[in-house]
């Protein structure tokens, strides 16, 4: 079964970095689009960014200029790099997969979520 586990969440204060980064396990055949949302209390989940297989990026216009994301194909890693954090950026950041996984020779594409990870900004 394909697994995603993000890491690099924490507490920062406001104007500093974190690198969040989230790695897809499992019988995969390809991935088409890696991506991270994010939901605060009380908030739908939103989109914070994405990036194609072939490098196109998608940022939601909050986060254009201070986060970055870009993947590792080989490891089918994805990455999202922060800076100039906020406290309106405090939320649970999670990580999406559009991906097909392969299964006894046949394809099954699917889209996989991981469990979030928690980024508090706060003086």
């Known amino acids: 079964q394909v697994q995603l586990v993000e890491s690099g969440g924490g507490l920062v204060q406001p104007g500093g970095s974190l690198r969040l980064s989230c790695a897809a396990s499992?019988?995969?055949?390809?991935?088409?689009?890696m991506a991270w949302y994010r939901q605060a209390p009380g908030k739908r989940r939103d989109l914070v960014a994405s990036?194609?297989?072939?490098?196109?990026?998608n940022y939601a216009d909050s986060m254009k200029g201070r986060f970055t994301i870009s993947r590792d194909n080989a490891k089918n890693t994805v990455l999202l790099q922060m800076n100039s954090l906020k406290p309106e950026d405090t939320a649970v950041y999670y990580c999406?997969?559009?991906?097909?996984?392969?299964?006894?020779?046949?394809?099954?594409?699917?889209?996989?979520w991981g469990q979030g990870t928690q980024v508090s900004v706060s003086s």
């Open positions: 999406n997969a559009d991906l097909t996984e392969s299964i006894n020779g046949y394809y099954r594409p699917g889209v996989y």
């Open positions: 499992g019988s995969i055949f390809s991935i088409n689009t």
């Open positions: 990036i194609h297989s072939l490098g196109g990026t």
